[in-house]
C-alpha cells in the first residue's frame, strides 16, 4: 500500500517535472521565431550574363532586405539618418535566409529571399544611431477621402475624385497600413452632400459603422484653382491626430504632380502608425510573474502572448517548485501598458505584491 502511494506520488512528480521541461524547451523554441524581424518573400533579379555571379545576387538580396526593413521600421524622419546602407551592416544582423523559386526568364535570374534579422541586434544597431524603431504591425482602417472643391462649390465622394479612384494603386511592399475605401454608396454620398457645409466637424460615424472596424481616416481635400489645403483625422488604436498639409501648383490631372502628394499623405500616415508603435529601448521594466504550474492552459496563453509582444525584450524562467513557476520578464515599456496588452489577451494580472501572479 505503501509503495503503491510512493509511486504514485512520484509519478506524479515526474509528470510535473516533464511537463515544466517540457514547457522551458517551448519557450526556448518558439523565442527563438519571436526574437527576429522577417522580410518575406522578396524578389531579387539578376542579368544572366557571361559574368554572372550568384554571390552578387545573394549581397544584393540582403541590401534590398535591409532597406525595406528599415522602411518598415523607421519613420520617414529617422530614415534620413541612414542614407547609405552599408552591406556589412546588413549582413551582422541576419540570423538566417533561404532563396527558394529560382527561375530564368528571358535572360534573366530571379530568386525569392526570406531574410530574418537578428531582433536584438538589430535594436541595439538602431539604439547606437539614436533611433527608436516601431513594431512593424499591420493595420487594416477605412480610409474616406472628400475632395471639395471651392470655385464650383462641389462635394465629390466617388466619382471625379481622383484620391478616391487611385488611391490605392501605388502601393509599396513594405507599407504596413491597408486602405479600405468605401464602396460607392448613394446614401453615403447624401450624407456627405448634407453636411458639406460643415464637413470638417461631422464625424462619419454613420459611414464608418458599416465596415464594422474602429480605425479610420478620414481625408477632406479642398482644392482652390491649383492649390490644396488637406485636413486628415486620423484614428488609429484609439489614438487620434489632425493633421493638416499644404500643397501648391498642384495639377490633379497630372500624374507627375497628384502621385507626390498622395505618397506625401501616406508617409504622414505611416509615420504616426509607427510612432504609436514606437520600440523605447531606453525603459527596461524587470518584471518578475508567477503561474499557477498545474495551470497549463494559462501557462500556454501566456507563453504565446509574451511571443506577441514586440515590446517583450526578453524573458526567462526563474525557478520552479510544485506550485509555481517563476518567470522574470524585461519590458519595453510602462507598467499598465504591460497590463493592458496581456488584457487585450485575456489575461488577467495581480499586481498588489512584489511578485505579480496571473489569475
Do not use: C, H
Not at 37 to 54: A, C, G, T, V, Y
Not at 137 to 150: N, R, S
Not at 240 to 267: A, G, M, Q, T
Amino acid at each position: 500500500m505503501q509503495i503503491n502511494k510512493k509511486l504514485n506520488n512520484f509519478s506524479k512528480l515526474y509528470i510535473f517535472f516533464f511537463s515544466s521541461i517540457l514547457f522551458i524547451n517551448i519557450i526556448f523554441l518558439t523565442s527563438l521565431k519571436a526574437n527576429s524581424f522577417q522580410i518575406l518573400d522578396l524578389e531579387i533579379s539578376e542579368p544572366f550574363e557571361l559574368n554572372f555571379n550568384k554571390e552578387k545576387v545573394i549581397e544584393k538580396g540582403f541590401k534590398q532586405a535591409f532597406k525595406e526593413l528599415i522602411s518598415q521600421i523607421t519613420t520617414s524622419g529617422d530614415k534620413k539618418k541612414i542614407k547609405d546602407i552599408n552591406l556589412n551592416d546588413a549582413k551582422n544582423l541576419i540570423d538566417s535566409f533561404t532563396m527558394s523559386n529560382e527561375r530564368f526568364i528571358n535572360e534573366t535570374y530571379i530568386v525569392n529571399f526570406d531574410v530574418n534579422f537578428n531582433k536584438k541586434n538589430t535594436l541595439l544597431f538602431f539604439k547606437e544611431k539614436n533611433i527608436f524603431p516601431s513594431i512593424p504591425i499591420k493595420k487594416e482602417l477605412i480610409l474616406i477621402p472628400i475632395l471639395v472643391d471651392l470655385e464650383s462649390d462641389n462635394v465629390f465622394l466617388f466619382n471625379d475624385n481622383i484620391f478616391y479612384e487611385k488611391w490605392n494603386k501605388k502601393n509599396e511592399r513594405f507599407d504596413l497600413l491597408n486602405y479600405i475605401l468605401p464602396t460607392e454608396d448613394i446614401e453615403d454620398l447624401s450624407l456627405i452632400s448634407l453636411n458639406s457645409n460643415s464637413i470638417e466637424e461631422y464625424d462619419f460615424k454613420k459611414i464608418i459603422e458599416k465596415y464594422d472596424m474602429e480605425d479610420y481616416i478620414i481625408v477632406i481635400i479642398y482644392k482652390n484653382k491649383e492649390n490644396l489645403q488637406i485636413l486628415s483625422k486620423m484614428n488609429l488604436n484609439q489614438y487620434f491626430k489632425i493633421n493638416n498639409e499644404r500643397f501648391n501648383d498642384i495639377n490633379l490631372s497630372s500624374e507627375k504632380d497628384f502621385y507626390p502628394v498622395l505618397k506625401k499623405l501616406k508617409i504622414i500616415y505611416e509615420d504616426y502608425w509607427k510612432k504609436i508603435n514606437q520600440i523605447n529601448t531606453s525603459i527596461k521594466l524587470s518584471l518578475t510573474i508567477s503561474i499557477n504550474a498545474k495551470q497549463y492552459n494559462k501557462i500556454k496563453a501566456f507563453e504565446d502572448t509574451l511571443i506577441k509582444l514586440d515590446l517583450v525584450d526578453s524573458y526567462e524562467i526563474l525557478k520552479f517548485d510544485n506550485q509555481n513557476i517563476y518567470i522574470k520578464i524585461i519590458y519595453n515599456g510602462v507598467p499598465d501598458k504591460f497590463i493592458k496588452d496581456l488584457s487585450a489577451e485575456n489575461i488577467i494580472i495581480n499586481n498588489d505584491k512584489s511578485i505579480w501572479t496571473i489569475e
